[in-house]
């Protein structure tokens, strides 16, 4: 299920990522991030739809699967989950996304070991790619979201 970063949930999820791009000049961004938890790891899913110079809106959806074993393998799951909704909005018509990949292509880090395999995947499927540190959707929106720091108004 998605929702708004208000608690709304989208039954919609196509729908709603065609009324938030109506009027042209938006750019429709895609990220996931988790948080792996004792037994689990929650991810998290963003897509953001910027409207430059009025801001943008965000939609999100949290998934539980079991821990991962390894770093490539949180990694590639995140990509792949990324991958699915560009994929399902693609076929609905709505394209020209941007995939962000939190990995990060500095060589002091090790997920900088998986950036040319990442990057090929989201380039392989026909999107656009961005990785650390210009993909903000995955490495701050959703990371946010699937650390709980996102609080809603009351």
Not at 23 to 28: A, F, M, N, S, W
Not at 133 to 142: L, N, R
Request: charged share 25%.
């Amino acid at each position: 299920m998605w929702h708004t970063l208000s608690g709304d949930s989208v039954p919609d999820i196509t729908a709603a990522v065609r009324a938030l791009c109506a009027g042209g000049g938006k750019t429709l961004h895609i990220g996931t991030d988790s948080k792996q938890r004792a037994l689990n790891a929650d991810y998290v899913t963003v897509i953001a739809v910027l409207d430059p110079g009025c801001g943008g809106r965000v939609l999100y959806r949290r998934q539980r699967a079991p821990r991962s074993r390894s770093l490539a393998e949180k990694l590639f799951r995140e990509v792949n989950l990324s991958l699915e909704v560009a994929a399902l909005l693609q076929e609905q018509g709505i394209d020209a996304a941007t995939v962000h990949v939190d990995a990060n292509s500095d060589a002091q880090h090790e997920s900088s070991r998986f950036v040319g395999a990442l990057s090929g995947m989201v380039v392989g499927h026909g999107f656009r790619v961005r990785i650390k540190p210009e993909a903000w959707c995955a490495t701050h929106v959703a990371d946010s979201i699937a650390k709980d720091e996102i609080h809603r108004a009351a």
